[in-house]
């Protein structure tokens, strides 16, 4: 059985991004670039699924792993345990690698397909043990 190191059965894979919901999207987007020195690398509106994504960082996402804020629109409450969203990793192959995981006993949260909004990208989640969240997005 191939080891993590070598990309386990997903094959090479790279960590995106962590995802955390906020009520003040702008307050959060101040707080990163006045707080932490990060810059607003990118900023996304899908009025479809009704929420916003600000993706936050030090360099380059080709090149590093970012924060993405996500703001769903309306009043929302979070707390700790729901404020954390998913860890996402870069595959080549969405497809392959969710049904080489399903096959390997991995549950499947949500089956390989477009993002709602984004038809060009495609996602699928999948469940850790202990319940986490995964996300799998397609990646060059």
């Known amino acids: 059985m191939s080891t993590l190191a070598s990309g386990g059965l997903i094959g090479p894979a790279r960590l995106l991004h962590a995802m955390l ?5 702008q307050r959060s987007i101040d707080f990163y670039v006045e707080k932490l020195g990060m810059r607003l690398l990118r900023r996304q509106e899908f009025p479809e699924g009704q929420f916003t994504l600000a993706f936050m960082g030090y ?4 090149l590093q792993t970012v924060i993405e804020l996500t703001h769903n629109w309306g009043d929302h409450e979070y707390s700790h345990g729901t404020g954390f969203g998913h860890v996402a990793l870069g595959v080549t192959d969405v497809y392959g690698a969710a049904r080489a995981l399903a096959d390997a006993g991995v549950r499947i949260l949500r089956a390989a397909g477009p993002l709602k909004g984004d038809p060009s990208e495609i996602i699928a989640f999948l469940e850790d043990p202990d319940g986490y969240r995964i ?6």
Request: glycine share 14%; proline share 0%; charged share 45%.
């Open 21 to 25: 919901r906020v009520r003040d999207l």
């Open 59 to 62: 360099g380059d996402e080709d």
């Open 135 to 140: 996300e799998l997005v397609g990646a060059a």
